[in-house]
């Protein structure tokens, strides 16, 4: 009797593809309390966020008492970039420690082990660092409140600016964490969570202002004036008065040469910046109207998104030259003024541009997270402590 020993078959396990992603609301309501938990301030971070909040409201108070009576959105201006200040410092620094900074201390690697998904604790420890921007907001509530009832803004028109701020703060949350997920020390990922802040609110009016140079032409402008020295002595005294028949006086011509900046071929580098971005959801306030309308004067905000508009008009072509002959009513060079400074005043505001940017490098940002954040981890960094 013959048997055949059965060859075994060898068995290849696939290689892991890692942890799931795809977050859960309970589990990203978990890691969001175990982050708030674990990060709560110390005795020095409580006095430096009461010291914070109370040059806020201290600020805020002696503006608001300053002003002038009646309306006015400086009060309400100021909170709001004040806030907008602190919630891109505080956040971002927290979120840049949040994920080497466990891992340095070897509480990440248990908490990756569990059944938490990528996903929770990425937009847990976002939620968590985001939320202490939203608190320093929340105890400015009753001074903004207060100057809410002076601005002459609608209620709609405020939430729509809270809303982009928290936006902000949202987004430059999640840069930091990104930092914090790609960067080995706390150093190295605060540091580089500031510079991508920095570039962001400075470095774009930097790039704008070089830019212009390359948008420039030059153009000759004539000027016309009336000759004084050819006048008689009843000429000029009707010149003083205002009453010169200037159809039968001698004028002189001025020529020279200026640069006109076409400011709309580079007007989007300063759409890109978050707070003009903050600027372009603020309400359009007409300079010439504004009484009428049940406005306050225009404010920062305002007069940010006045200059925006006319660097989105650009030069509108050649300047015209200063013809005093030809128009004797010097109200009507007063009145294309003001026509000029209402056209660029309601514009369209364009925050969408900004708003688009800031959704992407938020969702990139969490990307590069969730991405670090799986195990097993395919390379690691030299001297990266696991558990």
């Known amino acids: 009797m013959t048997t055949t020993a059965e060859r075994a078959t060898p068995t290849t396990s696939a290689a892991p593809r890692g942890n799931p992603w795809w977050p859960s609301w309970r589990g990203v309501g978990l890691v969001t309390r175990i982050e708030l938990t674990r990060r709560r301030p110390t005795t020095k971070g409580y006095i430096f966020y009461g010291i914070l909040v109370a040059a806020i409201l201290g600020l805020g108070i002696l503006v608001a008492a300053l002003a002038p009576p009646g309306k006015t959105s400086t009060p ?42 990528a996903g929770d604790l990425a937009l847990g420890k976002l939620l968590a660092s985001w939320l202490f921007a939203v608190a320093v907001l929340i105890t400015t509530t009753p001074l903004l409140v207060y100057a809410f009832s002076r601005s002459g803004w609608h209620w709609y028109e405020l939430i729509a600016v809270l809303g982009a701020i928290l936006f902000a703060v949202l987004t430059f949350t999640a840069i930091g964490l990104a930092w914090s997920a790609l960067a080995a020390r706390a150093v190295a990922s605060v540091s580089l969570a500031h510079l991508t802040t920095g570039f962001l609110v400075l470095g774009t009016l930097v790039i704008y202002a070089f830019a212009m140079p390359l948008v420039s032409e030059n153009v000759t402008v004539t000027d016309r004036y009336v000759d004084y020295g050819t006048l008689t002595p009843d000429e000029q005294e009707a010149y003083e008065a ?14 020279y040469e200026t640069s006109v900046v076409h400011t709309d071929t580079i007007a989007w580098l300063l759409l890109l910046n978050p ?10 306030v007409n300079p010439n109207t504004y009484e009428e309308d049940d406005r306050a004067a225009p404010g920062a905000f305002a007069l940010m998104h006045q200059a925006v508009g006319g660097a989105q008009l650009g030069s509108q072509g050649a300047p015209l030259g200063y013809d005093e002959c030809g128009d004797p009513n010097s109200q009507a060079w007063s009145d294309q003024w003001d026509q000029q400074q209402e056209e660029q005043a309601l514009f369209p505001r364009n925050p969408w541009l900004g708003l688009a940017l800031q959704a992407v490098l ?4 969490m990307g590069i997270v969730i991405r670090r954040l799986r195990v097993p981890y395919k390379k690691l960094r030299a001297g990266t402590r696991v558990a």
């Open 76 to 117: 309400m201006e100021l909170v709001l970039i004040l806030v907008l200040g602190a919630g891109l410092l505080i956040a971002p620094s927290l979120s840049s420690t949040s994920i080497n900074g466990d891992s340095s201390e070897g509480v990440l690697a248990p908490m990756q082990m569990t059944r938490l998904t």
């Open 242 to 255: 205002g009453e010169l028949d200037y159809s039968t006086v001698q004028c002189t011509e001025q020529t």
């Open 275 to 284: 707070v003009v971005v903050i600027g372009e959801a603020a309400p359009v």
């Open 362 to 365: 938020l969702v990139g940002a």
